[in-house]
Nanobody, 132 residues
Framework: QVQLVESGGGLVQAGGSLTLSCAAS????????MGWFRQAPGKEREFVSA????????YYADSVKGRFTISRDNAKNTVYLQMNSLKPEDTAVYYC?????????????????????????WGQGTQVTVSS
C-alpha cells in the first residue's frame, strides 16, 4: 500500500522560507513522478510543482516559479519543496501526490503532471501559514 507522509509545514512571516518533505513508501519510488498541490480555504486545489521520476525535469505553477524548488532523493524515497520568499497568498494546506511516471513528450508529461486527476495517491497534507 502506497503511503505518503508530508512534514515541514508551519507558521512563517512573509519573506521567510520553509522546506516541505514527503516520505513515500509501498512502491518503487524511482518509477513514479511526484507532485505538490495546495488548497486554500474556500478555493480549489491547485498545482504547485512536479518532478519526474529521475528528477531531471521539473514543473512549476507561474505563481511560485523562481521562489519554490522541487527536488527528490530516490535513495531516501523522499521529495522536497523548498519555499522561499513566501507570501501570505501561499497560505494553504500542501499535499504531495504520486503517479506512475508517464511516457511521452515533455509537453505531454507537463500536462499530465499538472493535472491533479493524474495522481493515484495523496498524502494527508501539511498546513503552511504565511503571516503578513
Amino acid at each position: 500500500q502506497v503511503q505518503l507522509v508530508e512534514s515541514g509545514g508551519g507558521l512563517v512571516q512573509a519573506g521567510g522560507s520553509l522546506t516541505l518533505s514527503c516520505a513515500a513508501s509501498g512502491h518503487t519510488f524511482s518509477n513514479y513522478a511526484m507532485g505538490w498541490f495546495r488548497q486554500a480555504p474556500g478555493k480549489e486545489r491547485e498545482f504547485v510543482s512536479a518532478i519526474n521520476w529521475s528528477g531531471g525535469t521539473t514543473y512549476y505553477a507561474d505563481s511560485v516559479k523562481g521562489r519554490f524548488t522541487i527536488s527528490r532523493d530516490n535513495a531516501k524515497n523522499t521529495v522536497y519543496l523548498q519555499m522561499n520568499s513566501l507570501k501570505p497568498e501561499d497560505t494553504a494546506v500542501y499535499y504531495c501526490a504520486t503517479t506512475l511516471n508517464p511516457w511521452g513528450t515533455r509537453a505531454e508529461e507537463s500536462r499530465y503532471l499538472r493535472d491533479g486527476a493524474s495522481y493515484d495517491y495523496w498524502g494527508q497534507g501539511t498546513q503552511v501559514t504565511v503571516s503578513s
